[in-house]
């Protein structure tokens, strides 16, 4: 088992910058990919970005250019800095792990991008 433990999240204005953090524990052998993806109110959950251990990294259309995923392998730890915040970016946003077949989640941790 993996387990994932978010952090960084809060409330910012819009035009703002918050830095997420997502360490791994447990049995973190053979994970590859690291990401993020997030879930509004009333929405499906949306694909942020993913990383993948020799660093080849992917964004969602929505946060291209504003959005920067980075990870350090020695620590396990996936980070996000999220620049230019908009009101559209607020929601729960979820760190997720693949290992082999199976992909874990973290419970998330809320960000908020007041107008």
């Known amino acids: 088992q993996v387990q994932l433990v978010e952090s960084g999240g809060g409330l910012v204005q819009a035009g703002g910058s918050l830095r997420l953090s997502c360490a791994a524990s447990?049995?973190?052998?053979?994970?590859?990919?690291m990401g993020w993806y997030r879930q509004a109110p009333g929405k499906q959950r949306e694909f942020v970005a993913t990383?993948?251990?020799?660093?080849?990294?992917n964004y969602g259309d929505s946060v291209k250019g504003r959005f920067t995923i980075s990870r350090d392998n020695a620590k396990n730890t996936v980070y996000l800095q999220m620049n230019n915040l908009k009101p559209e970016d607020t929601a729960v946003y979820y760190c997720?792990?693949?290992?082999?077949?199976?992909?874990?989640w973290g419970q998330g941790t809320q960000v908020t991008v007041s107008s």
């Open positions: 997720t792990a693949t290992r082999t077949s199976s992909s874990y």
């Open positions: 447990g049995s973190i052998f053979r994970i590859n990919a």
């Open positions: 990383i993948t251990r020799g660093g080849d990294t």
